[in-house]
Nanobody, 122 residues
Framework: QVQLVESGGGLVQAGGSLRLSCAAS????????MGWFRQAPGKEREFVSA????????EYADSVKGRFTTSRDNTENTVYLQMNSLKAEDTAVYYC???????????????WGQGTHVTVSS
């Protein structure tokens, strides 16, 4: 079992920045690739970013490339999502998730956090 807890969400103006964190406990954090997903009101969940177990490989959705950066600290069992140049369309609940390998499909991910709300005002 892996328990994931997101933090760092909140209200920010368009053009601003937020840094989300996801703290993991339970089984060895470094055994898992980590992903970030989001779900906006009335929309389906979508992939945002992912990072490999060692952190050497990252993947991003086209909608966030160049604005969001994911990183991880395996000594702190934490994965981060730095979000810059935020837009109103980034408003969503953001979830972190753990998977055996890096991937963009939500079905690959075995463990999920409860989510943290991000609201971007225009």
């Amino acid at each position: 079992q892996v328990q994931l807890v997101e933090s760092g969400g909140g209200l920010v103006q368009a053009g601003g920045s937020l840094r989300l964190s996801c703290a993991a406990s339970g089984r060895t954090f470094s055994m898992y690739a980590m992903g970030w997903f989001r779900q906006a009101p009335g929309k389906e969940r979508e992939f945002v970013s992912a990072i490999s177990r060692g952190g050497s490989r990252t993947e991003y959705a086209d909608s966030v490339k160049g604005r969001f950066t994911t990183s991880r600290d395996n000594t702190e069992n934490t994965v981060y999502l730095q979000m810059n140049s935020l837009k109103a369309e980034d408003t969503a609940v953001y979830y972190c998730a753990a998977a055996p390998l890096v991937g963009v499909r939500g079905t690959l991910y075995e463990y999920w956090g409860q989510g943290t709300h991000v609201t971007v005002s225009s």
